[in-house]
């Protein structure tokens, strides 16, 4: 079921394999990496978006938010003189929560997969946003209306209807793995592997695809359309590489994941960080991450800028 995972039978053996468990991320890495508080940097979208425009990180324009259940009649207004957007919770996690329009007329929306709902479902889902229902430890939240990403035509034999993205993992500054997350129509149009989006392994140095995986299991086509997902190279890489690494220049996280999609006209953009990415990305590599994160720490260079650790990144590839 799980690929090359499935070689390893003991604990002991998915350690030497250098495959990071969920115990390990939370109390080795992120316990010892991240300080509590610097989280609500990338916890907020509103926040993270804030700080990335102050430092010149590209990101999907914010249309408008809604603090408050009394704000939520104002929705309409706020879309006024746009006919495709993403509503999504500030504190959302694993894409929960975001609906993505791609048409509106006459108080009708059509959704990512083809779908109409109402100006009253839109109404409920904002309530849902602001009451927790998506956020992070069911607190009240706020909803945020950003423009829709017109992804690249690079991705669109790969994807289903939604916007595809690339997650990058990011150690004391240093991209050390990368994926693709593509939309399918089981996903809904979402790029988020738990509700059934493609994962496809980066190399790191190169963009180039290495592995696919669906629910855990190796693919090497895409589901919906049939393309060869190993024919796969992300363009502007040295570009998506230096948004991961200015993301730890941006909030002093030491392990934090970065999502980041790719635009037809404005290139990459950053869509979230992540400061407990999760562990997904080592199956679509088929490589484990407790030895690139033991590599950077005994190997590579200190007090580097966000230029000169991605330029070490391309030129020194990792032994495992």
Same mark, same amino acid.
């Given at each position: ?95 929960? !929560? *975001? %609906? ?9 929306? +059509?959704? =990512?997969?083809?779908? &109409? /709902? ?93 592995? !696919? *995986? %669906? ?9 919906? +359309?049939? =393309?060869?997902?190993? &024919? /796969? ?88």
């Amino acid at each position: 079921m799980f690929g090359w995972l499935s070689k390893f039978c003991t604990p002991q053996q998915l350690r030497t394999a250098g495959v990071m468990g969920m115990n390990y991320r939370n109390f080795d890495v992120i316990g010892k990496c991240n300080q509590r508080r610097l989280y609500p940097l990338v916890d907020d979208k509103v926040k993270t978006k804030t700080l990335a425009n102050n430092i010149g990180i590209n990101t999907p324009k914010l249309i408008g938010k809604i603090e408050c259940q009394y704000e939520v009649k104002n929705i309409l207004n706020i879309i006024s003189g746009y006919r495709e957007f993403v509503i999504k919770p500030a504190q959302g996690s694993g894409g929960k !929560g *975001v %609906l993505v329009i791609t048409d509106y007329k006459d108080e009708l929306f +059509t959704t =990512a997969s083809g779908r &109409q /709902i109402t100006y009253s479902e839109v109404y409920q889902h904002i309530s849902n946003i602001l009451s927790g229902l998506y956020s992070l430890g069911g607190k009240y939240d706020t909803a945020i209306i950003e423009e829709l990403v017109h992804f690249s035509n690079v991705f669109k034999e790969y994807s289903y209807q939604g916007v595809p993205d690339v997650r990058l993992i990011i150690f004391n500054g240093f991209p050390i793995m990368a994926m693709t997350r593509l939309p399918t129509k089981a996903s809904g149009g979402r790029a988020n592997l738990h509700q059934g989006a493609v994962g496809v392994g980066l190399d790191i140095q190169t963009g180039r695809a290495l592995h !696919g *995986v %669906l629910r855990n299991i190796p693919v090497t086509v895409q589901p919906d +359309t049939g =393309a060869d997902l190993m &024919q /796969i190279q992300v363009p502007f890489w040295k570009e998506h590489l230096k948004i991961g690494a200015l993301a730890y220049d941006m909030t002093g996280l030491g392990y934090l994941g970065a999502d980041i999609v790719l635009d037809a006209t404005k290139g990459p953009m950053m869509l979230e960080l992540n400061a407990r990415p999760g562990l997904a990305i080592q199956i679509a590599n088929g490589i484990g991450l407790r030895h690139r994160i033991k590599e950077v720490e005994k190997y590579y260079p200190s007090n580097l800028n966000a230029d000169e650790r991605v330029e070490y990144v391309l030129t020194h590839k990792y032994a495992k």
